[in-house]
């Protein structure tokens, strides 16, 4: 069963990404406004039940550089052009908007959400979760991941060179997460999850990313407390939600049209970290 979030959360600096705590002093006059985001959890199953991925970002990175994330960026304008919202199947604007609490004249769109998610996960990992139909072969895939990446081509026109479309019922919406007010770069992002084959490997973006590793939900937080696995309050949050499903059509039969709350959390430096408040 999904756990409320704690109204009091602690982690030691090591076991954060550098120079994540020094960043908690730096309190702007002003917020930042929070930009519309997507993160994408794959999972598939496991000799231990349900396996997530997680991606190392490069230490380069602007945000949160060294931690171990899920895939996910900023939503696009062209993920809720009609050019992509025409290859869903089961997923209208009119369904993404209520599932997301947004009204239709949101912006962007609620479907963008969902739509920068696989285009995300697509980019970060070479996966093609939610794809359907088509010739998403592995020499396809790989020229058609190198046409959005490294020559900017849009998703849908991706999309409909391989003549594949996009399965709205394949992903659960799971969460919500505002970036403090403390962060310098802050995000709205929505969290959804999706299914990928048993065995599925990533071939991870090496200009954002440095590692990728798959592991139970539980696995992870594991090598998090023993300092191995440095992450941020909604990785950890989702993983500790993640962890007590046997399967993975148990974890995502669980979120179909369950209410997904907001969180907005304060962090507090404190003498050996951080902590988290979630009022």
Known sequence: MTRKPQSDYEIPAERLPDGFVETVGRVPEVPTVARPAATVVLVREGAGGPEVLLLRRNRATGFVPGAWVFPGGRVDAADGEDALVERWDGLTREGAAGRLGL???????????????????????????????????????????????????????????????????????????????????????????????????????????????????????????????????????????????????????????RAIPRVLPEIVRTATGVSLRVS
């Open 103 to 257: 009204g239709e004249g949101a912006d962007p769109p609620a479907i963008a959400y969902y739509g920068a998610a696989v285009r995300e996960a697509v980019e970060e990992t070479g996966l093609w979760p939610g794809v359907v139909g088509g010739g998403v072969g592995v020499g396809e895939a790989a020229r058609a991941r190198e046409a959005l990446l490294g020559k900017g081509v849009p998703f849908a026109e991706v999309l409909k060179s391989l003549d594949a479309r996009l399965d709205g019922s394949t992903i659960e919406y799971i969460a919500h997460w505002v970036t403090p007010t403390v962060e310098p770069r802050r995000y709205d992002t929505r969290f959804f999850a999706v299914r990928v084959p048993p065995g599925a490997e990533a071939v991870y973006d090496e200009r954002e990313m440095t590692g990728a590793v798959w592991l139970t939900p539980g696995g992870a937080l594991a090598r998090h407390r023993r300092g191995r696995l440095p992450m941020i309050f909604p990785t950890i949050r989702t993983l500790e939600d993640l962890s007590d499903f046997g399967t993975v059509e148990d974890l995502l039969a669980y979120y179909r049209g």
